[in-house]
């Protein structure tokens, strides 16, 4: 009897505290759909309502696809991811391959500078980027937006200490079953490596997709922008006071991430635990 | 034949036979590794000695000429207002959101891990944060923040306080993204410590009480802090480098105002090198920025570097 009364009270305390901090985590989420689907009187209203009384989510979506191409931003951002990732993929697989089971001289200094990238900010680099991007005329496209990302150090990193776990006799033995080098690097390992895969492949979609700095600095025409950049674009240029449909914006460039988390979120956050390391 | 051989022994005849085939393999090293090299001298190692040779000349974006000019850069920005107030108020924001986002993802990660109950549910909740796009949740956020229409001080009307200006007021404009900033990272802090609080064996605690650790709080520093330490030297690492590449809330929103009150590193990088086109003076901003991470990045790496014994020992 006894053990069950502080039992009890520290279930209850944990779920009071925790419903507590999750309403804080999910204040601005309702809040910004809550203004997204609200009439300007009502934003601009010193009361407090949850819930619009005149309903005005139509008006405010509607304005934001009229006043920006939203779709073209959309398009161009998962553009931009998805070229990144394939990029990266195929540079890193080979090269992460080669670290971890291919015996060569000089296979540490390439580790080595393997990890420094791993270590170099993007920022930092960014000024002489842009300058070879403009010499290479590579200002305000696509290319611009996913080759400075082309070889990603933490990808390289992530599965070359997969690739590692892999006993080297199953690919003695592929070889004996005739594969070719190729082969063993896309048909055995990849599909064995497919956890850190999955997880780097996340983690790159992620950090892509939210994205500001860079694209910030490299693209200007208004129907290159990717999500990020539309929406402070939208916030400078066309919306001014028109909140309900800033946050119409803001929703709709969060929602496809936040689908995806909830979607598969063991995944995400396993994902994220284990590229935690990268920060 | 190959039956009768151990295992290790067949591993040593493969390695003797790999060494002996060194040459056999450089085909294949440079098919499968010469992309990522050639890319990576492109991309980084080549801008990375690009960056640090720029901040010694006085370039110019756009501009034919430029010319060495030693340490001038640096000596400029040492006794530069903007630039002091850019460190200061990076370093404040640092110390703000890191002790706050690091306690609050541990407290959250030991509520969440003490029972069962709903375990998932808080978890997704409070990991949704650090999904949302950092542009859009600042958009959000600043409005939340509005003096007069916003969430937070319509919420503090109504319990009669009179809310500050939050963002538009120089006192309390760094607090404000300082709170942001908290909000967003606790989530990914709390998702690292619940790994590490997975990895502490449940005998450990079992013999904690049998020591007389009988109070939640005994165990605690008995058991779960000496355990999680290294994890918590590791999410401030993080913390703080994150912290130190605040930009967008900065860029979007105030500005680097109201009076400079907001300016952080890379904004000031940022604006010198593509607002006042003084490519020189951000590339040595860069330098800056580049020296304080790398302090940081060897202090993460030897604080990681036990973690990562204890796992392979682990393992063999």
């Known amino acids: 009897m006894s053990a069950t009364r502080p039992h009890l009270t520290g279930s209850l305390l944990r779920h009071l505290v925790l419903i507590a901090t999750s309403i804080v985590a999910l204040a601005p989420f309702f809040w910004m759909l809550s203004t997204a689907i609200k009439p300007a009187n009502e934003i601009f209203s010193r ?71 791993l270590m170099l900010p993007p920022q930092v680099v960014a000024i ?29 990193y992530l599965m070359r200490q997969y690739f590692r776990t892999i006993p080297d006799e199953l690919l003695d033995a592929a070889r004996l079953d005739g594969f070719s080098e190729f082969g063993i690097v896309f048909r055995l390992m990849l599909p064995i490596a ?35 950049l539309g929406i402070a674009f939208f916030r400078n240029e066309e919306a001014g006071t028109d909140y309900g449909a800033l946050m119409a914006a803001a929703a709709i460039v969060i929602a496809p991430l936040v689908a995806a988390f909830l979607l598969a979120q063991r995944r995400f956050i396993e994902g994220i635990a284990l590229t935690g390391i990268k920060g | 034949m190959a039956d009768v051989l151990s295992p290790d022994a067949r591993r040593a005849i493969a390695i003797a036979n790999g060494t002996s085939q060194h040459g056999r393999h450089w085909p294949i090293v440079a098919l499968y590794a010469g992309p990522a090299i050639i ?30 000019i030693g340490m001038r850069n640096f000596i400029d920005l040492a006794s530069d207002p903007v630039m002091r107030h850019s460190l200061a108020n990076t370093l404040a924001y640092t110390a703000l959101v890191v002790p706050a986002s690091t306690a609050t993802g541990l407290g959250l990660a030991m509520l969440i891990d003490a029972r069962t109950s709903l375990k998932g549910l808080y978890r997704t909740i409070h990991f949704l944060p650090v999904m949302a796009a950092t542009i ?20 503090l009307a109504k319990a009669g306080i009179a809310g500050p200006r939050w963002l538009e007021d120089p006192s309390t404009a760094l607090i404000s993204l300082a709170i942001i900033g908290v909000w967003q990272m606790a989530g990914f802090n709390m998702v690292l410590f619940l790994t590490g609080l997975t990895a502490i064996p449940a005998q450990y605690y079992e013999a904690a009480a049998v020591d007389g650790a009988a109070r939640a709080w005994d165990r605690f520093w008995l058991v779960t802090w000496p355990m999680l330490r290294p994890i918590t030297g590791f999410v401030v690492v993080i913390s703080v480098i994150r912290s130190f590449q605040l930009f967008e809330t900065v860029y979007v929103i105030t500005g680097g105002g109201p009076q400079k009150s907001t300016e952080v590193l890379l904004y000031t990088m940022f604006s010198e090198a593509f607002e006042f086109f003084r490519t020189g003076r951000a590339a040595a901003i860069a330098v800056v920025f580049l020296v304080l991470v790398g302090v940081l990045t060897l202090l993460k790496f030897r604080m990681s570097a036990p973690r990562a014994t204890s796992r392979r020992a682990r393992r063999s």
């Open chain 1, 47 to 117: 009361e407090l309502h949850v819930w619009p009384t005149h309903f005005a989510g139509w008006v405010n979506f509607a304005a934001v696809f009229e006043r920006v191409p939203m779709l073209t931003y959309l398009a161009n951002g998962a553009l931009v991811v998805v070229l990144i990732f394939v990029l990266q993929l195929v540079i890193a697989l080979p090269c992460a391959y080669v670290l971890a089971k291919v015996p060569f001289r000089g296979r540490r200094l390439l580790f080595g500078a393997v990890v420094f990238c």
């Open chain 1, 128 to 156: 002489p980027q842009f300058l070879l991007a403009q010499r290479l005329g590579l200002i305000d496209t696509l290319w611009a937006m996913a080759l400075p990302y082309s070889v990603s150090a933490f990808g390289i």
């Open chain 1, 194 to 228: 497919m956890p850190a895969v999955t997880a780097f492949g996340i983690f790159s979609v992620t950090t892509h997709w939210n994205e500001f700095f860079w694209p910030q600095i490299v693209l200007s025409s208004p129907e290159k922008l990717t999500p990020p």
């Open chain 2, 39 to 68: 890319l990576g001298l492109i991309t980084l190692i080549v801008p990375l000695v690009v960056v640090i040779g720029l901040s010694f000349t006085d370039y110019r974006l756009g501009a034919s000429t430029l010319s060495f």
């Open chain 2, 136 to 155: 859009a949740i600042a958009v959000v956020w600043e409005f939340m923040l509005h003096p007069s229409f916003g969430l937070v001080n319509l919420l």
